[in-house]
Every structure is written in C-alpha cells, then in structure tokens.
C-alpha cells in the first residue's frame, strides 16, 4: 500500500486521529479530527494541539500515554 492510499484510508477512519510532535504540535490529522476541532488539518498543522482543544485533561492523559506505550486511545 502506497503513502497516498493509507492516507485515504485514514482520512475516512470514523475516529479523530491526530499525529503530533513532542511539543504537542500538529504534524497531520484526519477529516473526523477537523471537524471534532472545528479547524482544518492546513490551519492546525505546526500549532499546538492544546491551542484547539483547551485544557481538555482526558486528552492530555490519552496523549502522555501514547508517549509511554506507544498507542493512545480517548
């Protein structure tokens, strides 16, 4: 499978899916992510999540946890 067509299958995954950096920072997102977010994936990309979802503690628990285990589910 190529780049382009997991990225497809991604996009239309019913669940948000975010990819950020280690500094919370926006490296892509799916369609079901935008519009939890409100914002689109050009306008997110290289903010910090935090900036759309506000102190939202139960995705900032979700998120220390990926970086613990490497899978992350909200």
């Known amino acids: 499978m190529d ?3 997991a990225r497809l299958i991604v996009d239309y995954l ?3 899916a975010f990819l ?3 500094q919370e920072q ?3 997102m799916n369609l079901a992510a935008e519009e939890w977010l409100g914002v689109s994936e050009r306008r997110a990309l290289g903010q ?3 900036l759309f979802t506000g102190s ?3 995705l900032t628990e979700v998120v220390e946890r990926g ?3 490497g899978v992350s589910e909200y």
Request: charged share 30%; proline share 5%; glycine share 4%.
């Open 56 to 58: 939202d503690a139960r």
């Open 48 to 50: 910090c999540l935090y």
């Open 26 to 28: 926006v490296l892509a």
């Open 3 to 5: 780049a382009g067509a």
């Open 14 to 16: 019913p669940l948000a």
């Open 67 to 69: 970086r613990r285990t």
């Open 20 to 22: 950020i950096d280690e």
